[in-house]
């Protein structure tokens, strides 16, 4: 249990804790644009008016909605945590919002979705995460500033009206992940003034010390994110990828999405946000009846099947700068580091300049030993593989150093032309 300090704060160290062990969540665009299913932006995009949007919420009624269905698909895929959009940027509620009667509550739907997704999520032990819009599409004050003061201050104080409900009213909240804190003509610098942002995630922190804040309010907080990229960030800060598993356009459900990434692609991400010390927070955009389309269920469960086997590269990584060349790339836990292959090399697998001793190295899933050879220049060759891939998608070389690894410096860049160390 992490300790709180006299005012109830908790160390970010404290607070990550968790967060570096997880790695990989689900995140889950949903709302009234799964109805029309042209993606999450298709008020803005089409220029939709608000009462001819809002007609939506009467259609609203995700018959096939059932929270422990997401939570399962996120769980099997090996997810630790889950991030659901309490409310995205055309303003609708999927929950029950004391100061807006534009929610889920209010449709034929009738219930508050985040409440049953919370419930969902803590029964099969998932860190909850919240994700809150803080730009309001209905507000004229947000596209014109001045020419609509009342109306911007009438947005602002939605903000903090119903974060303050997300964060006292559905217990324990893991991640408040907000978005949409980008204003017209308003430099970014100027953001978090805007929203008040420093009031605002006073407030959070109060109601929930333990929470994870993204860097989207206007002020850095916890969090960077990245988003449809795996970039590290530097070393001590925390980060988390986000991406799509369709087409980077649309977030929200898309019904003709041409394009899919492949089972390869997604997983190649999850280990290279594990090795940067980051989490990967991949998408899903429910259908309109509230269901998971199949071509994002059967990513995931692929996903699951190989972190069922690989997951200890994965989990509670560590930064690793050791070089992998085409082969791949490495993850790290203490001093053992992972290979995680996707280009499978053959019967031998060569990396340059590790800087540490081999003391074994064990293809993962087999458990087969491999021989290991360290030549100049830091060179490692493991051998005795299979000339074939064991497993599709990537395959992981656990290898124990007597250090913990680091690259190895070349002080004369030629001397491996001679094989000298
Ligand atoms: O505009 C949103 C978008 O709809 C989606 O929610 C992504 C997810 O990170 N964030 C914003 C685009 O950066």
Not at 82 to 93: A, E, I, S
Not at 159 to 188: A, K, N, S
Not at 241 to 263: E, H, L, Q
Not at 391 to 410: D, G, H, Q
Request: hydrophobic share 35%; charged share 25%.
């Amino acid at each position: 249990m992490a300790r709180k300090r006299s005012s109830g704060a908790v160390s970010q160290q404290e607070r990550m804790r968790w967060f570096h062990k997880a790695r990989f969540g689900m995140f889950v665009h949903f709302g009234l644009y799964a109805i029309p299913g042209r993606g999450e932006w298709v008020m803005y995009r089409e220029r939709i008016p608000t009462d001819e949007y809002a007609k939506l919420a009467d259609r609203f009624n995700p018959k096939k909605f059932d929270a422990d269905e997401w939570v399962s698909i996120a769980k099997q895929a090996g997810m630790k945590y889950m991030v659901v959009t309490t409310r995205h940027h055309d303003g609708f509620c999927l929950f029950d919002s004391q100061v807006s009667d534009y929610k889920s509550t209010n449709s034929p739907f009738g219930r508050d979705l985040v409440a049953e997704y919370v419930t969902a999520c803590r029964k099969a032990g998932l860190k909850v995460g919240f994700y809150y819009s803080l730009l309001d599409w209905r507000f004229p004050g947000y596209f014109e500033r001045d020419k609509y003061p009342d109306s911007a201050k009438a947005m602002v104080r939605q903000v903090h009206q119903q974060v303050e409900e997300l964060m006292t009213r559905y217990g324990r909240i893991d991640v408040l992940w907000y978005d949409g804190g980008w204003v017209p003509d308003l430099p970014h610098e100027r953001q978090a003034g805007f929203w008040q942002s420093k009031k605002l995630n006073n407030m959070v922190r109060r109601h929930q010390p333990h929470i994870l804040i993204n860097n989207r309010s206007g002020t850095n907080e916890d969090l960077d994110t990245p988003e449809q990229h795996v970039t590290a960030s530097d070393p001590g800060r925390g980060w988390e990828s986000c991406m799509t598993i369709g087409d980077s356009c649309g977030w929200g459900y898309i019904r003709n999405n041409p394009n899919f990434k492949t089972v390869p692609q997604l997983i190649q991400n999850l280990c290279r946000a594990a090795a940067g010390e980051g989490n990967y927070l991949l998408n899903v955009g429910p259908k309109p009846d509230g269901s998971i389309r199949n071509e994002e269920t059967s990513r995931l469960k692929a996903i699951g099947e190989w972190v069922d086997t690989y997951g200890e590269a994965i989990y509670d990584s560590q930064r690793c700068d050791l070089p992998a060349g085409q082969i791949g790339l490495w993850t790290r836990k203490g001093n053992d580091a992972y290979l995680c292959i996707f280009r499978w090399p053959g019967k031998e697998a060569v990396v340059p300049l590790v800087g540490a001793k081999v003391k074994s190295a064990t293809l993962l899933g087999e458990g087969k030993r491999l021989k290991v050879r360290q030549e100049h220049n830091g060179r490692l060759v493991l051998s005795g593989l299979p000339v074939r891939p064991p497993m599709k998608p990537a395959n992981v070389i656990k290898v124990r150093f007597a250090s913990e690894p680091k690259p190895l410096t070349e002080t004369d860049k030629a001397a491996w032309l001679e094989a000298k160390a």
